[in-house]
C-alpha cells in the first residue's frame, strides 16, 4: 500500500468492489472524517485500453468534481507501483438501481424528474468541461448522505471538446447509445441516451431496449424502435413521454444536449409536482 495513503488515512473495511479493485472505508488522520478510498490494482490492468482509461480516472474525476455539487467529491490520490488509489467522499447509499428496483414498481414523475433532474445538472457541467461519462448507469448514482443523488465512477470517462469526436466500445449493454455499438465516432450526447434509459425505467420499471443476451440488446439498442406499452405507460404524462423521446433520439444530432434537458417543461415544472 501506498505509504501516504498509510500516513493520512487509516484503512478500514471493504464497502464494495469493481472490475480492477475494491472500495474501502477510510479516516483522515488529521481532521477525523470518514471518507471512501477506491484502490485499483494495476497488475489486473492487462489490457491496454483498460489501463490508459484507469490512469486518467483521477484526473478526470478531479477535474469533474470541482464545483459540482452531483459528482462525488475526490479529496486525494496516492499511486505506488502496484495501486492506485481514490479517496472519495463516502456514499451511504443506495445506488439508484437498488432505488429503482427495491420500488418494485414505476417512481412517481415529481420524484423521477426531480432524480434526474440532479442527474442532468452533473451531466451538463461535465459536457461543459468537456467530459464524457460514458457509462452512466443507475449503479453509477448513488444517494450522499443528504440524500442527494451524486455521479460517480469515472473509470470509462473520456474527453473531448474542439471538435474532437470519441471512439470505442464502452458502457453498459442496456443503457449505451446507439453510435457506440455500431462502433461510430460519437459525442458527449451518449450520455444523455444513457440518462433516457434511465428516465424510462423509473417511469415504466422495464427497460426501453430489451434482450436476454448482451448481443440482443445490442440488436435492440440500434433498431431503436422505442414503444411505450400502455399498459404501463397509460398513467405516464405527455410531457414525460415527450422528453424520453428527445432523450432516446437515433439521431445525436437531434437528440437534447443535457442543457436542453434541463429546460425542458417536464423538468422545469418538477413533473408536474403540486406547488407547495
Ligand atoms: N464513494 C463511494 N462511497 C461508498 N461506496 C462506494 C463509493 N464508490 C463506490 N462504492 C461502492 O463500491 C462498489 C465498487 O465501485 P467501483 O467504482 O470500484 O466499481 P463498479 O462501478 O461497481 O464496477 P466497475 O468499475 O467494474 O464498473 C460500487 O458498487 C459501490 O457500491
Same mark, same amino acid.
Given at each position: 500500500m501506498s505509504e501516504g495513503l498509510k500516513r493520512d488515512y487509516e484503512i478500514g473495511e471493504e464497502i464494495g468492489r469493481g472490475r480492477f479493485g475494491a472500495v474501502f472505508r477510510c479516516y483522515s488522520a488529521e481532521?477525523?472524517?470518514t471518507l471512501a478510498v477506491k484502490t485499483i490494482d494495476k497488475t489486473r490492468l492487462t489490457d491496454p485500453t483498460d489501463r490508459q482509461l484507469v490512469e486518467r480516472e483521477a484526473k478526470i474525476t478531479l477535474l469533474a468534481a470541482a464545483g459540482n455539487p452531483h459528482v462525488v467529491q475526490i479529496h486525494a490520490v496516492y499511486e505506488d507501483d502496484s495501486s492506485i488509489h481514490l479517496v472519495l467522499?463516502?456514499?451511504p447509499g443506495p445506488?439508484?438501481?437498488d432505488h429503482i428496483s427495491g420500488r418494485g414498481g414505476p417512481i412517481p414523475e415529481p420524484e423521477a424528474a426531480a432524480l434526474m433532474a440532479q442527474l442532468m445538472d452533473a451531466l451538463a457541467t461535465c459536457h461543459q468541461r468537456g467530459i464524457a461519462h460514458r457509462d452512466v448507469?443507475?449503479?453509477n448514482v448513488m444517494f450522499d448522505s443528504r440524500g442527494r443523488l451524486q455521479l460517480v465512477d469515472f473509470g470509462s470517462a473520456e474527453c473531448f471538446g474542439d471538435g474532437r469526436t470519441m471512439r470505442g466500445? %464502452?458502457?453498459t449493454p442496456y443503457y449505451v447509445a446507439p453510435e457506440v455499438v455500431e462502433g461510430r465516432e460519437y459525442g458527449e450526447k451518449v450520455d444523455v441516451w444513457s440518462a433516457g434509459v434511465i428516465l424510462y425505467l423509473m417511469l415504466g420499471g422495464i427497460p426501453p431496449f430489451y434482450g436476454e443476451t448482451a448481443v440482443e440488446i445490442?440488436?435492440?439498442v440500434v433498431r431503436g424502435n422505442l414503444r411505450f406499452p400502455s399498459r404501463i405507460f397509460s398513467s405516464v404524462s405527455p410531457a414525460a413521454k415527450d422528453l424520453i423521446r428527445r432523450m432516446l433520439c437515433r439521431d445525436a444530432s437531434r437528440r437534447f444536449s443535457a442543457d436542453q434537458v434541463l429546460?425542458?417543461?417536464?423538468? %422545469?415544472?418538477g413533473g408536474g409536482a403540486l406547488p407547495t
Open positions: 481532521s477525523g472524517e467522499d463516502l456514499l445506488d439508484l438501481f448507469k443507475p449503479d466500445m %464502452v458502457g445490442f440488436e435492440a429546460r425542458h417543461p417536464w423538468i %422545469v415544472g
